[in-house]
């Protein structure tokens, strides 16, 4: 079965990205498909490499990216919240003038239309938010 | 066409469980994951509730196993008659209800 999954909580303000990744991994376990995921409002601050959590404490965003590189998962963050929120990849941060960029591996920034195709393409589509 | 509701929120923080047994139709199945786990618990105020709706209106209540164990919540404490599920379940249940819904 494919799936699209849409997560709109970042790591340290709610459980639903959490949620979402293990949901994800029992479903590609299973054989199932991802065909992509989408980040969504604060969603898309799963998706910075600047982030240095405690050694001790679980890396959402490096969690992300590992799953990602793995299964060839497309991990989009809708660009209107990441800009924002301060997300950029190389050509967003040229474009706006700034000096550097914080996506992360296996993310890609797009816009709301790649959530609707989303749905359309797939079979499930699931809500991970608060 | 039945259709999978995954709920997320306690519901004695929110009223979200409720309006979700309120639509939901016969056949159907709710989810209770994250902080909605605590809806399972038996001899709370919500419970007579529950049992209504899986008995009166046909629906079944699952709960996500790793957020009861991580909320305390053991299977003797639960009300009889939902049944609890790993993210596998988790996953076996979008696949056999047609449509999901978030209750967020």
């Given at each position: ?6 997560v709109n909580e970042?790591?340290?303000q709610h459980q639903s990205s959490d949620t979402a ?22 969603g ?84 991970f938010g608060d | ?7 997320n ?25 994250e ?69 967020l």
């Amino acid at each position: 079965m494919k799936y699209t999954l849409m997560v709109n909580e970042g790591p340290y303000q709610h459980q639903s990205s959490d949620t979402a990744l293990q949901f994800a991994r029992a479903a590609l376990d299973k054989g199932h498909e991802i065909f992509r995921v989408f980040f969504y409002h604060d969603g898309v601050n799963n998706g910075t490499r600047l982030a240095v959590p405690p050694k001790d404490d679980r890396m959402l965003q490096k969690e992300w990216s590992e799953l990602a590189e793995k299964h060839g998962l497309d991990l989009v963050i809708c660009i209107a919240a990441a800009q924002r929120r301060g997300l950029m990849d190389a050509s967003e941060a040229k474009r706006q003038g700034l000096t550097a960029d914080n996506i992360a591996p296996g993310f890609r920034i797009s816009g709301l239309g790649q959530l609707i195709e989303g749905g359309i393409e797939s079979d499930r589509t699931l809500v991970f938010g608060d | 066409m039945a259709m999978l509701h995954i709920v997320n929120k306690s519901p004695f923080e929110r009223n979200a469980l409720k309006s979700c047994l309120a639509h939901a139709l016969a056949g159907d199945a709710v989810l209770l994951i994250e902080d909605a786990v605590i809806g399972a618990v038996s001899g709370t105020s919500l419970a007579s509730e529950l049992q209504a709706a899986m008995s009166e209106q046909a629906v079944s209540i699952y709960a996500l196993g790793p957020d009861l164990s991580a909320r305390g919540v053991s299977e003797q404490r639960m009300l009889d008659g939902i049944q609890v599920v790993d993210y596998a379940g988790f996953v076996d249940l979008t696949v056999a209800n047609e449509k999901t819904q978030s209750w967020l």
